[in-house]
Structures are given as C-alpha cells and as structure tokens.
C-alpha cells in the first residue's frame, strides 16, 4: 500500500516539475521588460503562495564550476526576488495597487522589501545550457495581514 501511495506521489510530482520546468525555460528577457510591471499571465498563484521564477546563465569568464553554478544561482535567487517584488507590488486592491499604498506609507514599503528578502526558495535548476532557474514564493496571508486584502 504505501509503495503505490509513493509511486503516485512521485508520479505526480514529477508531472509537476516538468510543468514547472516547461514554464522556467524561456530565454532571458530584456531590461526594458523586466523593469516594465507584470501583465496578469505572469503572476503565478500556487495554491496559498504567491510564486515566481528567476532565471540566470553561468558566466563562463569565473574559474571554477563551482563558482559559476553559485553565481548563477545566487543571480537567478535575485532575479526572482527582484521579479516577486514586482508582481507583488502589481497587485491590486480596492486602495490601489500594493505598490501605490508603499509610495505612501514607508513602513509598509520596508515590510514588502522584508517579505521579499525573506521569501523562500522552493527550488533550484541547471539546464544544460547552464541557465539557473531559482523558484521563490511567499505565503499569501502574510500580504493578506500586513496590507489587510484577501488574496486567495
């Protein structure tokens, strides 16, 4: 019995990491659009998280392996968060969007960039072309408590 529980939920996760995948595997985008906000299509709403995904290449210039696969990743780490405090900040509430109540209330600005900084990193991948994908999420009833909204 709990050998064909673990395989169906090998299974399953599985299927979830190659759909997880098959999303992270987009080329780089260009600075005009990473600093333009999120169309809707982009926000990623994981069951109680809000989750993103930040991409990153190995710099073939560093010494060692190592150092390109901890490069990359901790790249691709601040790309997502980078990408979170976007999408984040893009969410609307009957006040305006996040980002317009952070314009005028600094502590709720240093509470988002705390959420941020804090966000937890589900995973990590290398594909073989050496691009990093870094999967980051925060729970949504910590935005739900600090900006009194009900994301669900």
């Excluded at 659009?33 to 930040?54: H, T």
Aim: proline share 5%.
């Amino acid at each position: 019995m709990r050998d064909g529980l673990r395989t169906q939920w090998t299974a399953l996760a599985a299927v979830f990491a190659a759909c997880m995948l098959g999303a992270c595997t987009q080329s780089f985008i260009s600075d005009e659009e990473r600093d333009s906000p999120l169309p809707p299509e982009k926000i990623y709403k994981v069951g109680d998280y809000f989750q993103v995904v930040g991409k990153a290449k190995k710099n073939p210039k560093l010494e060692t392996e190592t150092q390109r696969i901890s490069e990359a990743r901790d790249a691709a780490l601040r790309d997502a968060r980078s990408r979170l405090k976007r999408l984040l900040e893009s969410l609307r509430t009957p006040k305006g969007t996040l980002g317009e109540l952070t314009d005028h209330q600094p502590d709720l600005r240093q509470f988002l960039a705390d959420i941020v900084d804090s966000s937890e990193p589900v995973s990590t991948h290398f594909d073989k072309s050496g691009l990093a994908t870094v999967t980051v999420r925060v729970k949504k009833e910590v935005i739900n408590k600090a900006f009194g909204t009900d994301f669900r």
